[in-house]
């Protein structure tokens, strides 16, 4: 009888024995297993033939569900590594990697692929006979070229076009086994590629040389000097081996315009992988993955765990995002396991951006990562020109300042677009009684609510809660209510009465909710239907507006006083990208900041050196203060309904930390937002100037914690390398 251990999503950091009368299972294969009075799915990760336990307890595990490991022994090892270092339940890290289709139980095996076709009496129609039908006629039209697969006809014809034709006999529904061999490489055609300026060719070779062997590129580039193309040029040589990308893009809103850049290039098919798609659709990408029936696969944080049967080159772009790292469950950074994987798998990894993270830039500097820069812009585009706004005893019209709008008259006038951009989405961010002052608080996270006219709403961005605008105030009962700052709903009808001549187009996580929305409203920008572009940090993230020349940031003094110490770090990432959206093509682009701190060193610094100075001058900054990328960090969270127990367990976990050698404690003090969806937050920081004791006193102290009364009375958790201290 063999003992098989199996990992289960159970947040215990352990593995549970099973008893099982056949020979021993391999190591990845998923099984059902009791757990309780549950049925659970896991994943077998040792086998043994003796237990800890007593043997005649241990209970017999139900089904084999798969005849093969799901998991390549790559992965299996990332996998152990990720519970290893983020001390986190190997249970959870497991079920994090797979597909949620395969948490559920789906088959591993790929599915008959599923046609709508023409019936014999649907080859004979006449299309006429459907002319008051123009989708029924289109489809049946183009089902009469080739059959039609059934997902691209519900998305291109809809789902009453397809029933009415099945009820009329015109098309039926037919199964294709799928093809075991891959294709893509007979199908792979390089179009026509612009000349690489010498930079690029640089960087190109320097990639090209390490095609078979691990190493780790930091691409530094400049908004517009054409990082893409280099990953294009690199990216071909891999095709040509028959061996495999992946591609990470730090949002959804990227994926497109991406996916359609490297189709057009290659001629394949490209797997996408992203949180907008269903559980059965990111199942399929990651088996054709797993079988090399895809050349490249691009997709979000997620998509690191995608097996490839042929690996040849991993991409991290726009390294430096935050999007990258976890903030809840397995709290782990795509970007640092990307570094492990292309290490385990012997393949070259490029790191790009124009606004490099510090501690990547860091292992640049240091020698850890190969340092490729590309200093100018491609093409005859010129970089955007910067400058501060003093708005001080300005008046300001929905946000914006006088001079700002008449300079925006003028670029609008050219048959220029400009962009605008607010990192606050809604109408305003609070609702205040202009008689006693009283302000709309939600209960739950003690913070105002956000004015949304539109929807006639109060709502938190927080927690979710919602409430109807109110008509009186709740303290004074007066019906003077006035809102309070700017969001992008206020901006949008502000721009909208003052520019009546021209078209604008908001672009938040409001506006852009619903499948194919924003891609829907990029297609329009650049088809220039619009000449005012407003938006959040969506607007920021590597799109290529060509006739935008002006971009107006309303209010960056927030950032300039925040509690965290990445604060400035994230503004000048988000300010040297937003000045990249301007003058990307032949016209010269400007970029304006507007602040009530005109001569703040930071803004001054980046205006007039570029990020790469401010980054070498923050990572001065950082060493002097002891702070990463030159220390190492942990964070202990802790919420609960009272704040008292939330402090009394971290205060537990600080004594046992506070005689261990070479790590320091900072807390328990209250989190950045100490109150949310009605639970105080604590934190505990760790921090040691080396990682392997950080590491250590975590691995031999977390038991422990875990034993400690109060952790199952609140919700805790450990972040190693954190990003976010709200």
């Not at 604590?682 to 392997?692: D, E, I, N, P």
């Amino acid at each position: 009888m063999v003992i098989i251990r199996v990992a289960l999503p159970i947040p215990k950091r352990q593995l549970f024995d099973y008893r099982f009368d056949g020979k021993a299972l391999d190591i990845g294969v998923r099984v059902a297993v009791p757990f309780g009075p549950r049925k659970l799915i896991g994943v077998v990760w040792e086998t043994s033939d003796q237990s800890v336990w007593d043997i005649s307890k241990l209970k017999f595990i139900e089904a084999v569900l798969d005849d093969s490991p799901i998991f390549d022994p790559i992965l299996i090892k990332l996998c152990s590594w990720l519970a290893q270092y983020y001390k986190h339940p190997i249970g959870d890290v497991v079920q994090t990697a797979m597909p949620v289709a395969l948490r559920k139980g789906e088959s591993s095996q790929e599915k008959p692929i599923e046609f709508w076709t023409l019936s014999h009496q649907g080859q004979t129609t006449d299309l006429s006979s459907l002319s008051r039908a123009p989708k029924q006629r289109a489809l049946l039209e183009a089902l009469q070229k080739q059959d039609c697969l059934k997902s691209k006809a519900k998305s291109e014809f809809g789902a009453a076009a397809i029933k009415a034709l099945v009820e009329k006999a015109l098309v039926e529904s037919i199964s294709k086994q799928v093809s075991q061999e891959p294709t893509w490489q007979q199908n792979l055609v390089v179009r026509d590629k612009p000349k690489a300026n010498v930079e690029q060719a640089i960087a190109i070779s320097c990639i090209e040389a390490k095609l078979d062997q691990y190493g780790c590129f930091l691409l530094d580039g400049i908004t517009g000097s054409g990082k893409t193309e280099v990953y294009l040029q690199a990216i071909e040589q891999v095709l040509k081996q028959g061996k495999q990308v992946l591609i990470l893009v730090p949002e959804i809103g990227l994926t497109p315009q991406t996916v359609h850049r490297f189709k057009y290039r290659f001629g394949i098919e490209v797997g996408v992988l992203h949180s907008g798609l269903n559980n059965n659709e990111r199942l399929q990408v990651w088996q054709q993955s797993a079988s090399a029936k895809l050349g490249i696969i691009i997709g979000t944080r997620s998509a690191i765990f995608t097996p490839m049967l042929k690996p040849g080159l991993l991409i991290v772009d726009e390294e430096h995002d935050s999007s990258y790292k976890q903030q809840d469950g397995l709290r782990y950074h795509a970007r640092d396991l990307a570094v492990i994987r292309a290490r385990e798998e012997n393949i070259p990894l490029v790191l790009g951006s124009a606004t490099p993270a510090l501690e990547t830039l860091n292992n640049a500097l240091s020698g850890k990562y190969q340092h490729l820069k590309l200093q100018q812009r491609a093409g005859n585009a010129s970089l955007a020109t910067q400058h501060v706004f003093d708005i001080r005893q300005q008046p300001l019209k929905f946000g914006v300042a006088q001079g700002m709008l008449e300079r925006m008259s003028q670029h609008l006038q050219q048959g220029s677009q400009v962009m605008l951009f607010i990192n606050r989405r809604g109408y305003a961010p609070a609702l205040m009684c202009h008689q006693c002052g009283f302000v709309e608080h939600c209960k739950h996270c003690d913070k105002p609510y956000t004015v949304h006219k539109q929807l006639y709403k109060l709502q938190c961005h927080h927690c979710g809660s919602a409430k109807p605008i109110p008509k009186t105030c709740q303290q004074c009962h007066s019906h003077e209510l006035v809102s309070m700052g700017v969001g992008t709903e206020q901006l949008e009808q502000g721009l909208a009465e003052y520019f009546p001549q021209y078209s604008s187009i908001r672009i938040d996580s409001d506006s852009a909710r619903g499948k194919n929305k924003l891609d829907k409203m990029l297609n329009s920008i650049n088809n220039n239907e619009h000449q005012i572009l407003i938006g959040t940090q969506i607007l920021s993230k590597g799109h290529h507006f060509p006739n935008v020349t002006l971009v107006l940031i309303l209010d960056v003094d927030g950032a300039l006083f925040s509690a965290d110490y990445r604060a400035a770090e994230h503004l000048a990432q988000l300010i040297t990208q937003l000045a990249g959206r301007a003058g990307r093509a032949e016209k010269p682009g400007e970029m304006w900041l507007q602040t009530h701190d005109p001569g703040h060193p930071l803004l001054q610094d980046l205006i007039n050196n570029g990020y790469s100075h401010f980054a070498q001058y923050a990572l001065l900054e950082r060493q002097h203060a002891n702070l990463p990328p030159h220390s190492f960090q942990a964070l202990f969270k802790a919420q609960a309904l009272s704040a008292r127990d939330a402090f009394d367990f971290l205060q537990q976990i600080a004594q046992l930390f506070s005689h261990v050698d070479g790590v320091s404690c900072l807390g328990p003090i209250p989190a950045l937002m100490e109150k949310r969806q009605g639970h105080f937050r604590m934190q505990l920081l760790l921090q040691s100037a080396q990682r392997s004791s950080l590491q250590k006193a975590i691995g031999q102290q977390i038991q422990q914690i875990e034993s400690f009364q109060l952790a199952n009375k609140i919700r805790w958790s450990l972040d190693i390398d954190p990003q976010d201290f709200t």
